[in-house]
């Protein structure tokens, strides 16, 4: 089994970024004086959980574009969706049911994707500002239809604004 670059880079970036927040919320447990064995294993499980379903769900992308057929890419990533969604529940489930593992870590590492990428767009409007990306022909997919979207758009914007100015010219 091939595994796509973008995905190992994109995995290998969650993983990071997992960590992370596996790291602070052990650290939440160490400050409120709760930090046991059960919350490692938690956190483990959650660390696992996480990274282990964004690498499947991107694999599974992958592969799916690649058929070329929407209706059989559409069906895998139903599929996908489907199975991870089961696997993270039971896993979930387990981890209230048995005492060995601490559910919050758990839990909590359901949202850790959201961070991840939240902060990781963050960086990179940062990045952009200070260093704009050059423009490149070859990666921009120009649409068919890009210029009268923004024609359309400014003349809404423009006519939105001319009804501010004119409600204001009156005050």
């Given at each position: ?104 870590p758990v839990i909590a590492s359901v949202f850790y994707p959201r961070i ?56």
């Open positions: 089994m091939k595994i796509d670059p973008i995905v190992k880079k994109e995995t290998g970036y969650m993983a990071l970024g997992s960590l992370i927040c596996t790291a602070v919320v052990a650290l939440v447990f160490v400050l409120l004086r709760k930090f046991d064995v059960t919350v490692v294993l938690g956190c483990l499980v959650g660390y696992v959980l996480t990274v282990g379903n964004f690498f499947v769900m991107s694999n599974t992308l992958t592969k799916a574009i690649s058929t070329g057929d929407e209706v059989t890419a559409k069906l895998k990533m139903k599929q996908s969706y489907v199975t991870r969604s089961v696997v993270m529940l039971v896993v979930m489930g387990a981890s209230i049911v048995l005492e060995q593992i601490h559910w919050v991840v990428i939240f902060v990781r767009g963050i960086v990179q409007n940062i990045r952009n500002r200070k260093n704009p990306p050059e423009e490149n022909p070859d990666n921009y997919v120009k649409w068919e239809d890009d210029e009268e979207e923004t024609d359309e758009f400014e003349k809404f914007v423009g006519g939105f604004s001319k009804t501010k100015d004119n409600n204001t010219e009156g005050k």
